[in-house]
Nanobody, 120 residues
Framework: QLQASGGGLVQAGGSLRLSCAASGHIFSGNTMGWFRQSPGKEREFVAAIRWTSITYYADSVKGRFTISRDNAKNTVYLQMNSLKPEDTAVYTC????????????????WGQGTQVTVSS
């Protein structure tokens, strides 16, 4: 129901764009979020976008990452610029209707992850 793509290997300073295609019934009206998790660490909020296009970012990615959505295509994007080695993680998209956006429990649906590796 949520299909993420676009991960890969990139050098520090480079860019990647992640995409997450969703089934219509879990996209329309829902907040879409991106989380990431690296080995030995807890899942971490990255960015979220409400149906109204209001956006939220983790401080660690603010100014470098941009989240957007195409409601006609049921797809959310994460443009990642100026990537750093510490951005290396499995990135996962999620969908939910909660008032909150920064906690995993704010989301009801999760896709599989896509690996992002940033080399120094």
């Amino acid at each position: 129901q949520l299909q993420a793509s676009g991960g890969g290997l990139v050098q520090a300073g480079g860019s990647l764009r992640l995409s997450c295609a969703a089934s219509g019934h879990i996209f329309s009206g829902n907040t879409m979020g991106w989380f990431r998790q690296s080995p030995g660490k807890e899942r971490e909020f990255v960015a979220a976008i409400r149906w109204t296009s209001i956006t939220y970012y983790a401080d660690s990615v603010k100014g470098r990452f941009t989240i957007s959505r195409d409601n006609a295509k049921n797809t959310v994007y994460l443009q990642m610029n100026s990537l750093k080695p510490e951005d290396t993680a499995v990135y996962t998209c999620a969908s939910g209707l909660s008032a909150g956006v920064r906690r995993p429990e704010d989301y009801d649906y999760w896709g599989q992850g896509t690996q992002v590796t940033v080399s120094s």
